[in-house]
């Protein structure tokens, strides 16, 4: 089992920043992905960005590239991921997911993050 605990959502302004944290314990494997969805209300739940754990390997939404990173620090088994330029259609629950090298996925409890105009 592996346990997921997420913070650093909130209220931001449009044009702000925030940044997600999500650190990871339990049954980590060395070679993992770990990363970010949302789910706006009503919609279905969306990746967002995700890294690997050896190489740092990333991959991001369309909609976020360019306004967002993400990063990890290994050796605290923590992803983050930095918002900048928020825009209200970035409001939605940011759920952290860590999957391992057999595909077995776990999710975080998900974090508020809301954008007003």
């Known amino acids: 089992q592996v346990q997921l605990v997420e913070s650093g959502g909130g209220l931001v302004q449009a044009g702000g920043s925030l940044r997600l944290s999500c650190a990871a314990s339990?049954?980590?494997?060395?070679?993992?992905?770990m990363g970010w969805f949302r789910q706006a209300p009503g919609k279905q739940r969306e990746l967002v960005a995700t890294?690997?754990?050896?190489?740092?390997?990333?991959n991001y939404a369309d909609s976020v590239k360019g306004r967002f990173t993400i990063s990890r620090d290994n050796a605290k088994n923590t992803v983050y991921l930095q918002m900048n330029s928020l825009k209200p259609e970035d409001t939605a629950v940011y759920y952290c997911?860590?999957?391992?090298?057999?595909?077995?996925?776990?999710w975080g409890q998900g974090t508020q993050v809301t954008v007003s105009s």
């Open positions: 890294i690997t754990s050896g190489g740092g390997m990333t």
């Open positions: 997911r860590y999957m391992d090298s057999r595909s077995h996925h776990y």
């Open positions: 339990g049954n980590i494997f060395s070679i993992n992905t």
